[in-house]
């Protein structure tokens, strides 16, 4: 069973960047059958999905925030990171990461999130 752990400053000032980190605790992010993504979730609102890495180290961004993100990994540290720079305070969220389950199309896990809250 694979175990998310999102991780992170909580308060990041407007303009600077935003840099998460996602460690899996259990199990390796090594086998193809898992993709790794961060969504998050504004106050109030729903789920935005940010964007995912594959098994290959490929990479897909939602458009809305391609211009401001990175997703990557380190293997070796089972690490998943994300970093979105000139963050704004509709950056404010809840930012999760999430398994996406090859073997049966659909988030097999979550981690438990972390508030980041963009102000000066």
């Known amino acids: 069973q694979v175990q998310l752990q999102e991780s992170g400053p909580g308060l990041v000032k407007p303009s600077q960047t935003l840099s998460l980190t996602c460690t899996v605790t259990t199990g390796s992010i090594s086998p193809n059958r898992y993709a790794w993504s961060w969504i998050r979730q504004p106050p109030g609102k729903g789920l935005e999905w940010m964007g995912v890495?594959?098994?290959?180290?490929?990479?897909y961004y939602s458009p809305s925030l391609k211009s401001r993100i990175s997703i990557s990994r380190d293997t070796l540290k089972n690490h998943i990171s994300l970093q979105l720079t000139s963050v704004t305070p509709e950056d404010t969220a809840v930012y999760y990461c999430a398994a996406w389950d090859s073997s049966y199309s659909t988030y097999s896990y979550w981690g438990q999130g972390t508030q980041v809250t963009v102000s000066s």
């Open positions: 890495i594959a098994y290959d180290d490929s990479t």
